[in-house]
């Protein structure tokens, strides 16, 4: 069935690192991604997003790559600062047939923990 | 604060007792959706919603759940006799539209049934 996943659950980091947090998806119809961040005890916060038409977005020290072949999906945080320490979702929406691009099927999470 | 509103925070129900969930879109918002996530787990969605629509409900529960977005006032989840198996963080998120991924969450709502 659909379903998004991560590889890893746990990744720690030196602060001034960068960090890469890999997800997989199985489902090929899928063609909106994002990222999310949750601290504890709060709501996920939005991150970035890309859409199937590309390979690469960046943001401010955020890139998300896209490989549709294999279907896999990264996050990769440059200069990995101790207030990025936090679980990050990927999500996937088949935005072109749903109801909205905000019905997101998310993945478990990674744990990413930055010690100073 | 012109975030996404959420009460309560936090809230205790013994089983068959009803639980009522508040969600406040930001402003400007008209489309609210409700997750739910258990502890260790991703977010799964329940339903989304318009002023006075209901547009998506395939990821609520067939009986006991239960969503509202009136013309006035906040979204409203509603779960009817509480199991244990519904002691979960519920969070409602809004969006300006329909044509993006970009959720603006709540806090979140944390139920626990006993």
């Known amino acids: 069935g659909e379903s998004v996943g991560l590889h890893l659950p746990t990744l720690s980091v030196q602060e001034g690192d960068n960090s890469i947090i890999n997800c997989a998806y199985s489902n090929s119809a899928s063609d909106y991604f994002i990222w999310y961040k949750q601290e504890s005890g709060k709501g996920p916060q939005f991150i970035i997003d890309?859409?199937?038409?590309?390979d690469k977005r960046q943001g401010q020290r955020v890139t998300v790559l896209l490989n549709k072949t294999v279907k896999h999906l990264s996050l990769q945080i440059a200069a990995t600062q101790p207030g990025d320490s936090a679980v990050y979702f990927c999500?996937?929406?088949?935005?072109?047939?749903?109801?909205?691009?905000?019905?997101?099927?998310f993945g478990q999470g990674t744990i990413l923990t930055v010690h100073p | 604060n012109a975030g996404v509103m959420q009460n309560p925070r936090h809230l205790v129900r013994r089983r068959g007792q009803e639980a009522r969930l508040r969600c406040s879109p930001m402003k400007g918002h008209s489309h609210v959706y409700w997750y739910r996530q258990l502890p260790e787990e991703g977010l799964k969605f329940m339903v989304y919603l318009q002023k006075e629509n209901i547009i998506d409900e395939s990821g609520m529960p067939k009986e006991r759940f239960s969503a509202e977005f009136p013309k006035e006032g906040p979204s409203i989840l509603r779960i009817q006799q509480v199991v244990r198996g519904d002691s979960a963080a519920y969070f409602c998120?809004?969006?300006?539209?329909?044509?993006?991924?970009?959720?603006?969450f709540g806090e979140g709502s944390r139920l626990t049934v006993l």
């Open positions: 999500a996937e929406n088949i935005g072109a047939g749903g109801t909205s691009y905000g019905k997101l099927t």
């Open positions: 890309i859409r199937s038409n590309m």
């Open positions: 998120a809004s969006s300006r539209g329909r044509n993006t991924g970009e959720l603006f």
